[in-house]
T-cell receptor
Framework: SQQGEEDPQALSIQEGENATMNCSYKTSINNLQWYRQNSGRGLVHLILIRSNEREKHSGRLRVTLDTSKKSSSLLITASRAADTASYFCATDAGGNKLVFGAGTILRVKS | DAGITQSPRHKVTETGTPVTLRCHQTENHRYMYWYRQDPGHGLRLIHYSYGVKDTDKGEVSDGYSVSRSKTEDFLLTLESATSSQTSVYFC?????????????FGEGSRLTVL
């Protein structure tokens, strides 16, 4: 079964708007990661946040982690058409295994 | 880009035939993974390897076997393909110690079982 579940399943916004995606998970984690997947391509790592961190930034990306609620959010500010992709959260499942959620499909309209 | 090559990239086969997918890396990373991606399920881990000849099962390992005889190659074998194994298969590598770090993914292998 999946550890992380993303919400919403799909999101459509205008260029320049912010996009927020959420991830909930079930068990304790060491870290949580976010990945992007462009259509027909492999996944690309965006950001990793450790369990003792609450917020992390990378360019236009902001990730928050609330371990008490077992949830994380990914905020993309000032979105661009090139941000159109699927976004996945992933959590550790023991050892060096990562478990992925079903993803959020983001469409940015220009 | 991380040096990961998957082959074949596309394959159509018939039910009951054996299929082997190959993942080749040039990064000398210790950990290698095989995932399958299906609509509505995201990525699901099939098998992974933590060293040469060291492998372990993931959440959807039934019907699949793997082998890793060299650091750079991780093979995924479907002994007798079924239609339910129609999917896109992704290989990933990682070098992180002490817990999963960043995974680098290949471009995927699309398998259709008729």
């Amino acid at each position: 079964s999946q550890q992380g579940e993303e919400d919403p399943q799909a999101l459509s916004i205008q260029e320049g708007e912010n996009a927020t995606m959420n991830c909930s998970y079930k068990t304790s984690i060491n870290n949580l990661q976010w990945y992007r997947q462009n259509s027909g391509r492999g996944l690309v790592h965006l950001i990793l946040i450790r369990s003792n961190e609450r917020e992390k930034h990378s360019g236009r990306l902001r990730v928050t982690l609330d371990t008490s609620k077992k949830s994380s959010s990914l905020l993309i500010t000032a979105s661009r058409a090139a941000d159109t992709a699927s976004y996945f959260c992933a959590t550790d499942a023991g050892g060096n295994k990562l478990v992925f959620g079903a993803g959020t499909i983001l469409r940015v309209k220009s | 880009d991380a040096g990961i090559t998957q082959s074949p990239r596309h394959k159509v086969t018939e039910t009951g035939t054996p299929v082997t997918l190959r993942c080749h890396q040039t990064e000398n990373h210790r950990y290698m993974y095989w995932y399958r991606q299906d609509p509505g399920h995201g990525l699901r881990l099939i098998h992974y390897s933590y060293g040469v000849k060291d492998t372990d099962k993931g959440e959807v390992s039934d019907g699949y076997s793997v082998s890793r005889s060299k650091t750079e190659d991780f093979l995924l074998t479907l002994e007798s393909a079924t239609s339910s194994q129609t999917s896109v298969y992704f290989c990933a590598i990682s070098e992180s110690q002490g817990g999963p770090g960043e995974l680098f993914f290949g471009e995927g292998s699309r398998l259709t079982v008729l």
